[in-house]
């Protein structure tokens, strides 16, 4: 591994907050040392639960490269029944010497609370 960045915030150390239709950015990561031809491997996690008045909860997560409305190069939406702990990796490729990811989330019914923690973590991987 070359390089390694990890942005985010932990719970409790922010107000849990209602997420609407509008996408918004929870957070972004900025990749650097990055070769043509690198593995790129981004993390996101993101903990969050279901409004009170709703049966279940319902999330739609994306990580966009470049700039916060840019290509997406994830998309993932789900669902739950109290809480929810979303994980997941993505692998990209290398092509700049600095690469800018964006996690962001929407709600179109805004049936989701982000609770904490939240990150987007990246990875250079040199050419093999």
Partial sequence: MKYIHKVGTAAGTFPPFLVRADEIVLTSVTMMHINPGDRLVLRM???????????????EFRIRKDTPDGPVIYWNLETCFERAYSMETVTDVGVAPIQHYYLTVRSSE???IITGPYSLQGSVFPVE
């Fill in 45 to 59: 996690d993101v903990g969050w639960e279901k409004p009170i008045h709703w049966d279940t909860g319902e999330m």
């Fill in 110 to 112: 805004s049936r989701g």
